[in-house]
């Protein structure tokens, strides 16, 4: 279970920050589309005047309204205070040659000025050296390029962006912390559950084994004494289903802590042998079989459990198609992905639900105990790999991605 509670608190972390990253970003795209609104105000007054209108200050400004007690004062292109706070420089074009008509700025020399307004003649308005907003705009047959320094009201932006940006991050740790001590306690009854289902597969598994096993000496006697006969036969073959089923408990019991010893071996050569071992059986069974494996593809892995995964597939399919069973084993894009497609009267759609435990599909046989796939899945896990499982176009698809 500490599989799941790792995942619960990592998406859960995840959503948290996705969520503040999507609230944050949309406040400071509106503050900074706020801001550029205001430039263009600005700009926009300047032109309206003539390309300046440092030396009339108010002038357009609207009519001054009494300020109420207690009220905001006039802010942004709004203010009085504009035509003496604000600095810029305005260029004339003439036949290509470009005049300073105004010139309100520290930051700038005047020759800078000119080169820069030149650079922007092509343009019509927006952003330059990133605290910066020009216009260019005619009146009366001449080009002007006006730009003024934003920098003092994007500061406040810039503020609450790094800020923003800050919050983010600590939010995100900080419930990564929270989850982390409150999931210990979230989880606990489900970690208990879950030892309790285990200690109860693990009892099932030593109370079966120990009649099982005195069936089966029991038989040998008699067959020793009377011969086999059709009656000892069924029973040995009901004896090795079931001795099937609670090797399957048992594993099922224990896999999710086991430490996976990986060596490298060759998967080709592993599933080509399975493969032609199994041929004989799909013939058998009315099945035509047809494989694709890739050669000389190898695997760092345990090799016990992915022949143990290779063979619930075969026994899967063998089952459970109808007519037609396909294989395929191939690697592209450095993940080797094993496919087996069994032909099928199942509704289309995705069936990852017959990885669960005890869960069977439509057309399991009765005696099905629904787990050879939750078995395949545990092994793949704990190859840190991906299984799949859907009905397409009348074919049970299974994908593993290794």
């Known amino acids: ?29 509106v503050n900074f589309t706020l801001a550029s609104r205001d430039a263009d105000r600005v700009t926009e007054m300047i032109s309206e005047e003539g390309e300046r209108f440092f030396e009339k200050p108010g002038m357009m400004i609207p009519e001054k309204q009494p300020m109420q007690p207690g009220g905001l004062g006039p802010m942004g292109p709004n203010s009085p205070e504009l035509g003496a706070s604000i600095r810029y420089f305005t260029v004339s074009f003439e036949e290509n040659e470009g005049i300073l008509t105004a010139y309100h700025i520290y930051a700038v020399s005047e020759e800078e000025a000119l080169q820069w307004a030149s650079s922007l003649q092509k343009e019509k308005t927006g952003w330059t050296r990133g605290t910066y907003r020009y216009r260019v705009y005619k009146k009366d047959g001449v080009k002007y390029v006006t730009v003024i320094d934003q920098g003092r009201e994007l500061l406040p932006a810039y503020r609450t962006l790094i800020y923003s940006g800050c919050g983010i991050i600590a939010v995100t740790l900080l419930s990564w912390i929270f989850l982390k001590i409150v999931g210990k306690k979230l989880f606990a009854p489900i970690d208990e559950a879950d030892r309790r289902q285990k200690q109860f597969i693990e009892k099932a598994e030593r109370e079966f084994k120990l009649p099982l096993t005195v069936i089966s000496a029991d038989l040998e006697v008699m067959e020793r004494e009377s011969g086999p006969t059709d009656r000892t036969r069924s029973i040995r073959r009901q004896v090795r289903k079931m001795n099937a089923l609670v090797r399957k408990l048992g594993s099922l019991s224990v896999y999710e802590e086991k430490n996976v010893e990986k060596s490298r071996f060759s998967l080709s050569g592993l599933v080509s042998e399975q493969t032609e071992k199994s041929r004989g059986r799909f013939e058998k069974a009315g099945i035509r079989f047809s494989s694709d494996i890739q050669e000389g593809i190898m695997l760092n892995g345990e090799e016990d459990s992915i022949l143990q995964l290779i063979s619930e597939l075969f026994e899967n399919a063998l089952k459970y198609a109808r007519e037609e069973a396909m294989l395929a084993l191939k690697a592209e894009n450095g993940r080797i992905q094993l496919t087996m497609k069994n032909r099928t009267e199942l509704p289309e759609g995705p069936a990852d639900q017959v990885f669960d435990r005890f869960t069977t599909l439509e057309n399991a046989e009765d005696q099905a105990a629904g787990l050879g796939l939750a078995y395949v899945r545990d092994i793949v896990k704990a190859h840190n790999g991906r299984i799949h499982a859907e009905v397409k176009d009348h074919f049970f698809l299974l994908v593993i991605d290794l």
């Open 1 to 29: 279970m500490n599989q799941a509670e790792k995942k619960f608190r990592l998406y859960a972390v995840i959503s948290v920050f996705v969520l503040l990253t999507i609230l944050l970003g949309i406040m400071n795209a």
